[in-house]
């Protein structure tokens, strides 16, 4: 019995170094796989209690594991749609057959790098067909807020280089200065003029034709204007009139005073310092400065001189690129110069990572092993940041590799030994009856 249980041992631990060495296999297989996660094997003892004080030999069994939670180094490339996770957190993403389904019932696999990049259709995806998901955006660049513990909200990044887009100007800022001899009784009147471009729904140039026009009095100086504002896209309509006052003490010199609509234009909000006036689009703010404060309009010294212009909105524009940011917002950049957020990729995140059930090309999925996925911000919680331009390499150590595989040989050979010194003792056995 002791004999023959010798035999199974030494049998148990051919396999177990044999399940081993196949790991190491493939550990050195994938040491320049972007995104590997090594394999690692464990041994267990097994003890079968001996009848009679005699001692029965159990052998050994072997166990491996993934250890996805121990990633590799980032290297950089040139490509900006290169991704890679520093730190926790995994990318979302899709088979490509299933995409091309189109009833968006994709399954989310996880993987920690991808090198991206647009296929015909503008979606980003790798060469083995791994598509990048993520939230789309609004119009306006931001993201909804989405379901974190389902991944029911994503969609494959789409990006249409060389698409068309334009966004309306909805709020214009104006800083400027009006001359304070020009309300002076000895003034000749003449109005100040100023055009501000806009953009329309449609990304057309337009404009609203601001005309100052100041109060002459009797004696002295009135530090009063009168602002017309004039839309060309309505034929040059009256949009907005209001008159203008300005301080002339020693304290707020030069600064608003008083803001008074007149019969066309929305009220002048004193808390915000803007007005609303309607172009032929829809509402457009008119930011002129808070009373009392030395930004927006002021009236100072003998010069027009318009100082600080700035409006939102831009004119039709190609996308010519797009990147990813460390919090994961897809960024698409205009030939206008604008950029704009069209998507957010989440990185998510599992109790247990080295519980997924791992697939090919280095992709994992969740299993109640691994516990509820949830999706986070990039560089929320426990989650680190997506890096550009990057790769994530192989977790495998070669030389620690070829380390164990030595290790693993003699092992194998020893317990070949033992098989080899139990036959001979069996044999001997089986001579005595000779």
């Not at 329309?200 to 337009?206: I, R, T, V, Y």
């Amino acid at each position: 019995m002791t004999i023959s249980s010798s035999l199974n041992a030494g049998v148990a631990a051919l396999a177990a170094n044999a399940n081993r060495l196949a790991a190491i296999s493939d550990n050195i297989a994938n040491s320049a796989t972007y995104g590997y996660r090594r394999v690692e094997t464990d041994f267990q003892s097994m003890v079968i209690s001996g009848a009679g004080g005699s001692y029965s030999a159990g052998g050994v069994r072997s166990q491996t594991q993934r250890l996805i939670d121990q990633g590799g180094s980032l290297t950089t490339t040139s490509n900006a749609t290169d991704l890679a996770v520093r730190g926790r957190g995994m990318l979302p993403v899709a088979r490509s057959s299933e995409v091309a389904l189109g009833n968006g019932s994709q399954q989310m696999l996880l993987t920690s790098t991808g090198s991206f990049r647009t296929d015909s259709d503008g979606i980003l995806k790798t060469q083995s067909g791994l598509v990048l998901l993520g939230w789309p955006a609004n119009a306006d660049g931001t993201v909804p807020e989405f379901p974190r513990d389902t991944a029911d909200g994503l969609e494959p990044v789409r990006i249409n280089v060389n698409q068309l887009t334009g966004e309306p100007t909805t709020s214009i800022n104006l800083g400027l200065n009006l001359p304070a001899t020009a309300t002076n009784a000895s003034a000749d009147g003449i109005p100040e003029n100023l055009s501000v471009e806009y953009f329309d729904n449609l990304g057309k140039s337009e404009s609203v034709q601001v005309e100052f026009t100041p109060t002459i009095p009797g004696t002295g100086d009135s530090n009063e204007w009168t602002m017309a504002l004039r839309d060309s896209a309505q034929g040059g309509a009256l949009i907005g009139e209001y008159t203008l006052s300005f301080d002339d003490s020693r304290a707020s010199g030069g600064t608003l005073l008083n803001v008074a609509s007149g019969a066309v234009g929305g009220a002048y909000d004193a808390a915000t310092g803007s007005l609303i006036v309607n172009v032929a689009g829809g509402p457009m703010e008119i930011n002129i400065g808070k009373v009392g404060a030395p930004d927006g309009l002021t009236q100072l010294s003998d010069s027009f001189a318009p100082l600080s212009i700035s409006k939102d909105g831009s004119p039709v524009g190609n996308m010519t690129s797009a990147k990813v940011d460390e919090n994961g917002f897809v960024h698409a950049s205009y030939d206008t110069g604008i950029t704009r957020i069209i998507y957010q990729v989440p990185l998510v995140d599992l109790p247990n990572p080295n519980g997924m059930v791992s697939l090919d090309q280095q992709t994992y999925l969740p299993s109640p092993d691994s516990g509820s996925f949830f999706l986070w911000n990039a560089g929320d919680g426990p989650t680190g940041d997506i890096v550009g331009f990057a790769r994530e390499e192989s977790a495998t150590d070669v030389a620690g590799e070829l380390t164990d595989m030595i290790q693993t040989q003699r092992a194998y050979s020893s317990n070949a030994k033992v098989i080899q010194t139990v036959d001979e003792m069996l044999q001997e056995t089986t001579n005595i009856k000779r």
